[in-house]
């Protein structure tokens, strides 16, 4: 007897799941296209809940949409990939061009520095439009570092030198 009510109470758990199958509708308001929220547009919305968006209403579905986005990681283009490619070597040759003039007497390669982490933070962040990869935020942090380092050494060479007096 206690094995046909665990069998009913099981019959019974799992009927309902298959009580509620989706079905398609036969005329589907929504064109055969891939529709995602991110390219969902103000009347696709309208034609699948049947109602007209107000003007806040069609600004706050584009306002959730770019919210949302930053979430979205979007395809690279090889274009992207290259820039990022290039940001990435920029960045951390300008970090080695800042630190190379310490180890060996030649401050002209510090000056070559500063053009190569301004274009290592330009490629990157052209890189990192639309999309996340890893060597346009490599970069974009490592020339950001670099011109940190070397606006506070300007700073303190600037501090240093601003006592003296040339008569």
């Known amino acids: 007897m206690r094995n046909v009510i665990t069998i009913l109470?099981?019959?019974?758990?799992?009927?309902?799941?298959?009580?509620?199958?989706?079905?398609?509708?036969?005329?589907?308001?929504?064109?055969?296209?891939?529709?995602?929220?991110?390219?969902?547009?103000?009347?696709?919305?309208?034609?699948?809940?049947?109602?007209?968006?107000?003007?806040?209403?069609?600004?706050?579905?584009r306002w959730i949409q770019r919210k949302l986005m930053k979430f979205d990681e979007g395809t690279i283009?090889?274009?992207?990939?290259?820039?990022?490619?290039?940001?990435?070597?920029?960045?951390?040759?300008?970090?080695?061009?800042?630190?190379?003039?310490?180890?060996?007497?030649?401050?002209?390669?510090?000056?070559?520095?500063?053009p190569a982490a301004i274009l290592a933070i330009i490629l990157g962040a052209k890189s990192l439009r639309g999309n996340k990869n890893r060597q346009g935020k490599i970069g974009v942090i490592t020339g950001s570092i670099t011109i940190i380092i070397l606006l506070i050494v300007i700073a303190v060479l600037a501090s240093a030198f601003s006592g003296l007096r040339f008569d």
């Open 77 to 114: 283009t090889e274009k992207q990939k290259r820039q990022a490619k290039a940001s990435m070597i920029l960045g951390i040759s300008s970090l080695g061009l800042m630190v190379l003039p310490a180890l060996v007497a030649a401050t002209a390669l510090a000056w070559i520095a500063i």
């Open 9 to 61: 109470l099981l019959v019974c758990i799992i009927s309902p799941a298959f009580a509620y199958a989706a079905t398609v509708p036969v005329n589907d308001p929504v064109p055969a296209k891939q529709v995602t929220f991110r390219n969902l547009t103000s009347a696709d919305v309208e034609r699948l809940t049947g109602r007209k968006l107000n003007f806040f209403q069609k600004i706050k579905l």
